[in-house]
């Protein structure tokens, strides 16, 4: 299927902050895409928190997983719509770079570390890692990638932040939209989220089935498969469920996109950029079920105790790495001591601290739970 008038064509781009020859038999965007899945911050996305932190069971999603599913249901919602599946693949990989370990807690935890000297938010970070972290390329530091990449990364952002972005700030100070493809990836990841993680639920058991029936739209499958399937059970009728509520999100969300951008009527990527409201979106109906899911989620499983409690280690343990690491840097691995060296030379002690945040904020969930290991107890080899 062609691209559609309105899709983020590579002759409209607005390019890359450094430039460089176009690749050869590549489009800029797969270059993007090829560029975030070999980067180390990628692989280390194996090993990072979704919901449930990787050493309780090999079945549960990573950011990993995650990220592929939100490429996975991006990519369909794009095809359909004749947007860019190479960009929205690129947008949805690189998506959650930036996430500490231990998912959420983490994130709220370096914020706080980072009170005094200018907070931390993981959206930002993704674009910190794709613009400056990465250390892969002769002549520039960070993936270097296209402005429509970065753009899509760059979800949300307050205003002042949004002033020191540069580029990718200005949309949030005019008031502008993204691409297509970067509000389709936005909601592609709700998409994937809501549903894994009801699926991850009811695995650990913090869920019933029972429960999830008080769910709309948990409910109306669970039915249709109840009386289909009378005797199918167990895992293979979760996944029948949820197989479908995630169906029944991607057409809508496709039939009423389509819907917008007909009466938008949109000729070039600018035209979305300028329109006021996003075109990308569910009906009313199904973005009020969303509403009713995730309140649910939060109550009942991102607030169950056994989630909570693992909350709780996880902010313990990355408070004590950072207040370790900043009162005394000596402690820290050469590499990373000059980093921070450097950078408090130029910045002072907020310049010491915002590379022992990214040092943190990297880190797999198990790296923290050793290094935490070898700082703090004494019989562990350092
Ligand atoms: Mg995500």
């Known amino acids: 299927m062609s691209l559609a008038p309105y899709a ?39 090993y990072k928190t979704q919901v449930f932190v990787n050493h309780e069971g090999d079945m549960f999603r990573t950011r990993l997983t995650h990220s592929i599913e939100v490429a996975q249901i991006g990519r369909a919602i794009a095809r359909r719509l004749g947007l860019n599946e190479d960009l929205i693949e690129a947008i949805s990989l690189a998506h959650d770079l930036g996430h500490t370990p231990f998912g959420h807690a983490g994130q709220d935890v370096l914020n706080e570390c980072m009170k005094d000297h200018g907070g931390f938010e993981h959206n930002l970070q993704s674009l910190r890692i794709v613009d400056h972290l990465e250390q892969r390329y002769a002549e520039f530091m960070g993936l270097n990638l296209t402005f429509e990449t970065r753009e899509g990364i760059l979800k949300h952002c307050s205003v002042k932040n949004a002033k020191e972005m540069g580029d990718v700030g200005e949309r949030f100070l005019n008031k502008t939209q993204p691409s297509l493809e970067g509000q389709a990836a936005n909601i592609a990841d709700a998409i994937a989220y809501n549903n894994h993680d009801i699926d991850d639920g009811l695995r650990a058991n913090f869920l019933s089935l029972e429960q999830m029936c008080e769910v709309d739209l948990f409910r109306e499958q669970y039915e249709a498969v109840k ?101 005394d840097p000596r402690i820290l691995p050469h590499h990373t001591q000059e980093m921070v060296r450097a950078e408090e030379e130029e910045n002072g002690l907020s310049g010491r601290a915002r590379r022992i945040c990214d040092y943190v904020a990297g880190m797999t969930d198990r790296y923290a739970i050793l290094e935490y290991e070898r700082i703090y107890n004494p019989t562990t080899l350092t």
């Not at 038999?25 to 180390?40: F, L, N, P, T």
Request: aromatic share 8%.
């Open 8 to 46: 983020a064509l590579e002759e409209h781009s607005r390019g890359r902050r450094y430039s460089e020859a176009s690749p050869t038999y590549r489009g800029e965007y797969q270059r993007d895409r090829d560029r975030i899945v070999h980067s180390s911050a990628f692989r280390r996305l194996e």
């Open 227 to 327: 009386k289909k399937y009378p005797d199918l059970g167990g895992r293979r009728q979760v996944h029948e469920i949820i197989r479908r509520m995630i169906n029944a999100q991607a057409v809508d969300l496709i039939d009423e996109s389509a819907r917008r951008i007909k009466q938008a009527a949109p000729s070039h990527i600018d035209d979305v950029r300028e329109h006021a409201d996003l075109l990308i979106g569910f009906s009313e109906e199904m973005a009020e079920h969303n509403r009713d899911l995730k309140r649910f989620l939060r109550a009942n499983l991102y607030r169950h105790y056994r989630v909570h409690r693992m909350t709780n280690k996880a902010k313990r343990i990355l408070v004590a790495l950072f207040d370790a690491y900043f009162e």
